[in-house]
């Protein structure tokens, strides 16, 4: 004798639905002009300079615009302080950043990376 387990569609209309997938915000910079100088280096000053710094022991000098906007161009600064997959997540020693610091910083990239 075989027995045959089936759903009926009153077992199928218990089931739970599956939560919906969130949907990632849409940044808006628009009115936003930050610059390197007044916005942007202050933070990497006080969250990544202790390692990114002209030493070049830890991949990038965050102190200086041009290297900054290297990484930021490879992808890698957005990725490492978004805790990315495929990405270190930095800072790595003291708190991820504030989500204003990294909205800031991916306005400055978006908006041509301004000294």
């Not at 199928?12 to 639905?17: F, S």
């Not at 933070?43 to 290297?67: G, M, P, V």
Request: hydrophobic letters at 30%; one cysteine or more.
């Amino acid at each position: 004798i075989t027995f045959v387990a089936c759903k009926t569609s009153k077992q199928a209309a218990t089931t739970p639905a599956k939560p919906a997938e969130s949907v990632p915000k849409t940044l808006d910079c628009s009115n936003k002009n930050y610059t390197y100088a007044a916005d942007i280096k202050p933070i990497l000053e006080s969250k990544c300079s202790k390692c990114h710094n002209a030493n070049n022991k830890a991949d990038f000098n965050s102190l200086n615009l041009e290297s900054t906007k290297k990484i930021a161009q490879e992808g890698k600064l957005l990725g490492t302080i978004k805790h990315q997959k495929g990405y270190p997540g930095m800072p790595k020693y003291s708190a991820a950043l504030p989500q204003e610091s990294i909205d800031k910083i991916e306005c400055w990239i978006n908006g041509g990376m301004k000294e």
